[in-house]
């Protein structure tokens, strides 16, 4: 399938000699030049995002939308786009035509996360806006709080910093913080580091650091790896964040001591 992917998008035809065409102008074919991984991704998604909504497509259970979410999230994890080239649309049209708004909430969060990694195409407010729209029918704040995470990323990626920390600000609203269930709890923590680095983008250094101290009351709740997982997002997010205030004139104290705060 990927290599389908890929002809298609390139517009590529393999095998192209005539038959009784010379062995001489054969030979001498110059080689086609295929496109990148990352051109093969974002058109395949542009078919499906751009024009009438994709709802066709094979049906699948419940069971089946959730191991397609895992595979392309697992390919996601790789930077496999070739992969995800195969993947996000069928199962952007799997979970439409199963009419599962949690998955397709969930399908259109990963569609954004990769189109968020390539060169701005507009394609990404499209699925950013299906994502929350899903996620919002489907009444689940943890779905509906990592789709409005994702649309924050597609608005600070514009240069609109304060709308992009208003986001997940009122994101972390949505969430339940009784412990009883740590993803809440997990998701809490970078929803305010994301947070803070977009007030620091925003050039709030105050802010940006309130947010980040926050989040570490946060993750002092967690253990285990959930725990190891939101310490070291944290850590990558003080330091971007006073890397980021260094450069704009902002800082006080040391990266040394924000790492040696990290709990």
């Known amino acids: 399938m990927r290599r389908r992917s890929f002809l298609k998008a390139g517009g590529v035809a393999i095998g192209a000699a005539v038959t009784g065409a010379p062995a001489a102008e054969a030979a001498s074919a110059m080689p086609v030049a295929l496109p ?53 649309p069928a199962l952007v049209r799997a979970a439409e035509t199963a009419q599962d708004a949690g998955a397709t909430a969930q399908a259109y969060t990963l569609v954004t996360r990769a189109l968020v990694k390539l060169r701005p195409a507009g394609l990404e407010w499209i699925s950013a806006d299906r994502a929350v729209r899903a996620a919002e029918a489907a009444g689940q704040p943890l779905i509906l709080a990592e789709a409005e995470r994702m649309l924050s990323g597609v608005c600070r990626r514009t240069g609109d910093h304060d709308r992009a920390g208003t986001l997940v600000v009122q994101a972390t609203d949505r969430l339940a913080l ?86």
Request: aromatic share 2%.
């Open 178 to 263: 009784d412990g009883r269930d740590p993803r809440h709890l997990l998701l809490h923590t970078s929803l305010l580091c994301t947070g803070g680095y977009s007030a620091a983008r925003a050039g709030d250094g105050a802010r940006a650091r309130n947010l980040l101290t926050e989040a570490a009351a946060t993750t002092n709740r967690l253990d285990g790896a959930l725990a190891a997982r939101a310490r070291a997002n944290l850590l990558s997010h003080r330091v971007s964040v006073e890397q980021l205030l260094v450069s704009r004139g902002l800082r006080c104290g040391t990266l040394a001591r924000f790492a040696g705060a990290v709990p």
């Open 36 to 88: 990148a991984p990352a051109v093969v991704l974002t058109t395949q998604l542009s078919d499906v995002l751009i024009g009438a909504r994709a709802s066709i497509g094979p049906a699948l259970p419940a069971a089946g939308l959730t191991r397609a979410l895992a595979a392309a999230r697992a390919s996601f994890g790789k930077s496999d786009f070739l992969a995800l080239a195969d993947q996000l």
